[in-house]
């Protein structure tokens, strides 16, 4: 039997053959080849986190932030993939899926059989996600779907959405196949990063969706489904950042030894060195919010939102910047894409959007030290 | 502290208010109404549950109504223990 060192191992292999070297080529193809997708489902990391018993690797919080992070480094693109395939779709799946649903799609996406994607944003809807469009109606023993959405990463690629709408004030989520009559994609290309993520609008006409294809309650897409996913998103999205910023300090490093001016590799340079000195620091501790974040997971901790929402917001922010840093310290070859530090500037600057933007999440956060650091004796006005 | 103190405490320390005498609520009011508390706290207090009462949840039990006041919530988890027990 593989151990979980052998599965990671392997998995850094293969991200070293075959991710790494291929991920600008990715992009500029806008797409991630099968026989990629089959490669790593091989190495059963689509079922990652999901349980033996569905085929999956079982990884706990912890060695699923390691993977992400192997993964993330390699390849931004395929890290989506885990993203939105793992963390928002199978996580959701196990949470609130009846036995049924589990049997049914969890085995099929361990395996990769049926990649998923998380379908919630809309063309005018995506902070205020309580504010969706798409909508249903019970006809029967199925629901009518109707609506757009847009910015769904894998949605051209996934053979399985979780949809979000809403009738009248309740949001609901559906498990909707991309073969279901009413369904269509439509590829977004020319983005100024993860072209290779497959992201599309989805459009949904007059869908019939079986009932027994609600995932949770009518009615809880919202406060449980959609805020649960997006907690693990965030997860995901935390170690994305370290992920995107230790390639980017790599890459410094590199190129800071063995790029020569006046006399002297660069990296002798004091200003150079300040910049890898603060990349450093920066990611160690945002590795460690990560890992802090995911021991709480593990232990089902009340702070684990909490501290997970922290760790996305830290990590995204010091991925942007550790990534404009590693473009400085390659001068003009920063602007070309025959390094990758420009793709990584570009890709470190999706994670401050997605699962909620710094803006969302800094209010979410200033709320907590405002409840969790008030001294009643001291300091007072 | 009994499981209604507990659940009363723990909505406490999550009110998203400057001065919890500003924020009043008794057993039997919406908590989710009062705007006191945000968007991820349904599915925390839902955590917080399963895991300081060592209890599963289902599906069929997440109606908001259910985590809607506190008398509601005591009453799911009394519900819940008497399940396990009678098990
Ligand atoms: C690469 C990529 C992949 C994506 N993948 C997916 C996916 O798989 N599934 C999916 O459903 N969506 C996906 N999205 C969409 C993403 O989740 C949204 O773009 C994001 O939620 C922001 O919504 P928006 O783009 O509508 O921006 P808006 O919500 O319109 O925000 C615009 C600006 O206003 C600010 N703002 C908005 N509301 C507030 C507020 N209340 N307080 C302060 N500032 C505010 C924001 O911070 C931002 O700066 C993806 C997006 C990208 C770029």
Redesign the pocket.
Known sequence: MKTLTDVLSQVEQYAAAELRPRAGRFEAQEAIPREVLQGLAKHGIFGATLPTIYGGLALDPIQYGQLTEMVGKACNSVR?LLT?HVS?VGESILRWGTGEQKQYWLPKMATGEVLA?????EPE?????NGIDSSYRQEGDHFILNGR???????DLADLYLVLASRGDEMTAFLVDSTMTGVSTTKMSN?L??NA?H?AEIHFQDVEVPLGNVLGRVGGGFAYVVNSALDHGRYSIAWAGVAIAQEALDGMVTYGRTRRQGGRVIGAYAEVQQMIAEASVNIHASRALCIAAGQKRRDKHPDAVIETTMAKYFTSKMAMKVATDAVQVFGGNGFSREYPVERLFREAK?LE????????L??VIAQHALRTCYQQGWWRA | MSTHEKIRHYIESNLVTFDASEAPFTDDDNIFEKGFLNSMFAMQMLTYIETEFNLTVDNDDLELINFSTVNNIVGLIEKKQRGRSSA
């Open positions: 989506e939105v928002l994607a998380f379908a919630l944003t809807v995506g902070s205020d996600a959405k847009k910015w769904i990463s894998f949605g983005l990063a993860s993520s992201l999706a959007i997605i699962e909620g933007t710094s803006q969302v800094q209010p």
